[in-house]
């Protein structure tokens, strides 16, 4: 494949059957979004979000892009940018990966942390007190903004039909701004309504009832409902433990010569969770948004 621009590369991810087993040979697959140039899921997103912040006007020739992230977004939202030379602030809360900062200022993006203990709510109101302050100024705020979860309805949702001919039981996927998990199960459950769609959690959201706490599954796991959630049926929550994610991070570089991130090794535990509960030969869909490459100065290896 010939590209001349970047973006070109952005999507039409693998879909891998996983080489793990399962109870009742149910078959686990997962879109692999590490591939994608900014090596994540939320490249898809930063074209999306400015993409329909110039298509309505609000982002012109000079326009400054903020953004609140956990990482992958600003990564995303950084990518677009430099495509169209405008300048980007990113808004990260201290204690996401030092990988994933590096490579947002790599891509000219200018940094600016706000205390691990103020969470994401602490790094949106700090984005938002910026775009207050600055002149030409544009807040995408992927936590609201419906180009989010249309981002996923529109690319990933078909590309997972267009790879598996087949019925999907059962759509697993983690949720940070909740996004990718409304968009795609919204697609899916479009084309068949018997698609069980089951959101994944690390212990310490609140998505299941629990008390907000930090936790090291990084990317997933919510302060407040998603939004995107208020018209979507969520058919169960399931809550991973950390230290449950990290062993098939672990696993499947051994069984499957794969890096994953953390949020995906939580996709795999909820997904071997499902498998058992269904019949045998059913089909399972989940995502691996990213690679555990951005996370190894945090010792994603070691037990
Ligand atoms: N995993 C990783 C590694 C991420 O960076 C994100 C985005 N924060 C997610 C999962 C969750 O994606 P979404 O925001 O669409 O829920």
Do not use: C
């Not at 039409?12 to 692999?32: G, M, R, S, W």
């Not at 672990?250 to 953390?262: D, E, M, W």
């Amino acid at each position: 494949m010939l590209i001349h621009h970047i973006q070109e590369a952005i999507g039409n991810t693998p879909l891998f059957e996983l080489p793990l087993a399962t109870p009742n040979h149910v078959h686990i697959y997962a879109k692999l979004e590490m591939f994608n140039p900014g090596g994540s899921i939320k490249d898809r997103l930063g074209e999306y979000l400015l993409a329909d912040g110039i298509r309505r006007g609000e982002i012109t020739k000079h326009t400054t892009i903020i953004e609140p992230t956990a990482g992958n977004t600003g990564i995303g939202v950084a990518l677009a940018a430099q495509a169209r030379q405008l300048p980007v602030i990113l808004v990260v809360p201290e204690r996401f990966s030092a990988e994933k900062q590096t490579l947002m200022q790599a891509l000219g993006a200018k940094l600016i942390n706000t205390p691990a203990a103020d969470g994401i709510k602490g790094a949106i109101k700090k984005a938002q007190a910026l775009a207050a302050q600055t002149p030409d100024s544009y807040l995408p705020m992927q936590f609201t903004n419906p180009a989010n979860p249309a981002t996923y309805y529109d690319t990933l949702g078909p590309e997972i039909t267009q790879d598996l001919h087949e019925p999907i039981a059962a759509f697993v996927a983690g949720a940070g701004s909740g996004g990718t998990f409304a968009g795609v199960a919204a697609y899916l459950k479009s084309k068949d309504p018997r698609t069980q769609a089951i959101v994944v959690e690390p212990a310490g959201s609140i998505l299941n009832g629990g008390q907000p706490h930090p936790h090291r599954t990084e990317g997933i796991g919510v302060e407040f409902i998603p939004p995107f959630f208020d018209h979507l049926t969520i058919d169960a929550t399931l809550t991973i433990p950390d230290a449950d994610a990290f062993l098939q991070v672990r696993t499947l570089a051994k069984q499957a010569g794969l890096f994953i991130g953390s949020s995906s090794g939580a996709a795999v535990a909820a997904s071997l969770q499902v498998a058992e509960t269904l019949p045998a030969g059913s089909n399972i869909v989940t995502i691996f948004p990213d690679s555990s490459e951005r996370y190894l100065s945090e010792s994603i290896y070691d037990v």
